[in-house]
């Protein structure tokens, strides 16, 4: 099946510093790229849509200053925690939506996530 | 009112069960349905997409009801590799291909 990763995987972190974390699709071109978080025992919420070469679009309540994204290739997204505080710790996990496996473009394969804690 | 809803449970069956789970969505315009299971402190994955005849994998059955907003899974002879969390997820209507998640079924299958 298609392979997303992540990295890292978890990172701990003084608060005031920013975090990068990278989303690669190993086996195929990811036409968009979404970067979800997720507080514990709480659902998935978007925070963004990535399209490669374009402006990320941020779902409502989410910073874009403060979570800069890039997509810069068909197989990689970054997402930066700048000046993280103690309240953006969270799972933070992409997804990528390309032709893979099953040729269905509405499939999204997820990354294994990103632990972040912020101290 | 919670665009995606589900009881969280846990729902906690003997090895064997049949365990059904249910889920109701807001948005009309959805036009694809999934069920996703998460692991603990893991990522999401696709367990099935819920189509509108229904559907079957193996021991899993998914069922999409349009007029009611609702879609079901059924899991028939429970393994304990079943336990896990299971996301009810929707997307946004045609073309659209962001997803909506519930917040998840927790089950235990237990020996």
């Known amino acids: 099946g298609a392979v997303v990763s992540q990295h890292p995987s978890r990172v701990i972190c003084k608060s005031g510093t920013s975090v990068k974390i990278e989303c690669r699709s190993l086996d195929f071109q990811a036409t968009t790229m979404f970067w979800y978080r997720q507080f514990p025992k709480q659902s998935l919420m978007l925070m963004a849509t990535s399209n490669e070469g374009s402006k990320a679009t941020y779902e409502q309540g989410v910073e874009k200053d403060k979570f800069l994204i890039n997509h810069a290739s068909l197989t990689l997204s970054t997402l930066t925690v700048t000046s993280a505080h103690p309240e953006d710790s969270s799972f933070y996990i992409c997804s990528a939506r390309g032709l893979a496996g099953n040729g269905n473009l509405e499939t999204q394969y997820f990354g294994p996530g990103t632990r972040l804690l912020v101290l | ?111």
Do not use: H
């Open chain 2, 1 to 111: 009112r919670k665009e995606v809803e589900q009881d969280p449970g846990p729902f906690n069956v003997p090895e064997g069960a049949t365990v059904a789970f249910n889920c109701t969505y807001s948005n009309s315009a959805s036009q694809s349905f999934f069920w996703y299971r998460q692991d603990c402190r893991k990522e999401p994955k696709l367990l099935m997409s819920v189509y509108s005849s229904g559907n079957e994998d193996g021991r899993f059955t998914a069922q999409l009801n349009r007029a009611s907003q609702y879609i079901s899974l059924l899991i028939r002879d429970s393994k304990l590799s079943d336990s896990a969390t299971y996301l009810c997820v929707v997307n946004g209507g045609a073309g659209s291909y962001q997803l909506t998640f519930g917040k998840g079924t927790k089950l235990s299958v237990i020996p």
